[in-house]
């Protein structure tokens, strides 16, 4: 019985590893059942077997890409005095556990399943882990507190700005460019944008 289970596992395994390097080569509409079954050494019979359909599978490898980027937890110190310091650390950790986790194709691929309601829609529209946009509105709102200007400034809107510019960046090099990779001066500037505007919305309320 065991035995029969390692073996189930090892094939759906690969079937699911066949098809994310399909999907990143390809993108979504490329891949097909036979090019499953090809790249993975197994019979279609066997990928019916493990999945429901084309969509079943795809739908699983996707879910587990993002899954996977969505566990890393992002340490941002809320109670720093350096804000200009803090969002610029919290920012290249981001980025950089973005890309290195999820290459522009996969995020490409990503966005074109999210315009998808029968592939893993709910999982690709977050490019910004919960905790991350919590920590840094905290950080923020200390700061506006310290500054005297929670009465003009919210600091969720502060946060999104500042997530929003960083993304943004990522999401159009993601549509226009998704084979290539973005350079370090390229996160240097989304990093310096986001953190710009954040501090320099703060000096102009003062």
């Known amino acids: 019985m065991g035995n029969h ?13 066949a098809t994310h390097d399909l999907v990143l080569d390809l993108g979504i509409h490329g891949v097909s059942i036979d090019a499953i079954a090809a790249n993975s050494k197994c019979s279609k019979q066997s990928i019916y077997f493990h999945f429901a359909d084309k969509s079943d599978v795809l739908n699983q490898v996707l879910s587990l890409l993002w899954r996977n980027f969505h566990e890393v937890t992002f340490a941002v110190d ?8 803090e969002l ?35 999982e690709v529209r977050g490019l910004v882990p919960k905790h991350l946009h919590a920590s840094i509105c905290t950080l923020i709102d200390r700061h506006i507190k310290i500054a005297g200007l929670q009465h003009n400034l919210s600091a969720t809107d502060l946060a ?20 290539r990779t ?16 954040v501090c320099g919305t ?3 309320s003062g």
């Open 5 to 17: 289970q390692e073996l189930d596992n090892g094939t759906k395994q690969r079937i699911l590893s």
């Open 78 to 85: 809320t109670n720093c005095d350096d804000l200009h310091g």
């Open 182 to 197: 973005i350079s370090s001066l390229d996160r240097q500037a989304h990093v310096s944008n986001a953190v710009s505007f």
């Open 160 to 179: 999104d700005s500042f997530m929003g510019l960083l993304v943004g960046g990522v999401l159009w090099r993601a549509l226009l460019e998704p084979n």
């Open 202 to 204: 703060l000096a102009h």
């Open 88 to 122: 610029t650390n919290s920012a290249e950790q981001y980025l950089e556990h973005l890309l290195s986790t999820l290459s522009l194709r996969t995020i490409s691929v990503g966005l074109e399943a999210a315009r998808r309601t029968d592939v893993a829609a709910t």
